[in-house]
């Protein structure tokens, strides 16, 4: 199933990744969000754990790969120094946790799905936002 995701980060002008669609395993038009979230973080894994670790000799980069990565607020080679693969069981616990403390919100279109036990409407035309929440420093008098 091919679904359409956002990632926003609060206090951000832009989005940390705009429109992207990823392919994820089949599970339904109304999957819970637990299951959709395990889903996502599965085929983010994956595609983490495939990218390779190799170093170009000579690193550089075109006007137009530069103009690209600029886009999406972030410029580099795309090297992984750390050659440690990904557990994608203990990154679905991380993640599911990181919802139930309010690290992350989930909406579904325009609806903002609040507990993992909810339903989501999938179809071709969804758009997946997760808005990446982070605590405030500082204190009070």
């Not at 595609?47 to 103009?67: C, D, H, M, Q, R």
């Not at 607020?73 to 440690?84: D, L, P, R, T």
């Not at 990446?132 to 420093?137: D, E, I, N, Q, V």
């Amino acid at each position: 199933m091919k679904i359409t995701v956002k990632v926003k980060q609060a206090g951000r002008k832009h989005a940390l990744l705009e429109s992207k669609e990823i392919e994820i395993e089949d599970i339904g038009k109304t999957p819970f969000l637990r299951d959709f979230l395990n889903a996502v973080v599965k085929n983010q894994v994956e595609e983490y754990n495939g990218k390779s670790a190799t170093e170009n000799l000579l690193p550089f980069l075109s006007k137009v790969e530069i103009s690209a990565q600029s886009e999406s607020g972030k410029v580099g080679f795309g090297s992984i120094y750390n050659e440690n693969k990904a557990d994608s069981g203990k990154a679905q616990e991380t993640a599911l946790q990181a919802f139930q403390d309010g690290m992350l919100s989930v909406f579904a279109d325009e609806n903002e799905i609040r507990d993992l036990d909810e339903i989501i409407e999938l179809n071709d035309s969804t758009v997946v936002t997760f808005i990446r929440l982070t605590f405030l420093a500082g204190s009070y008098w």
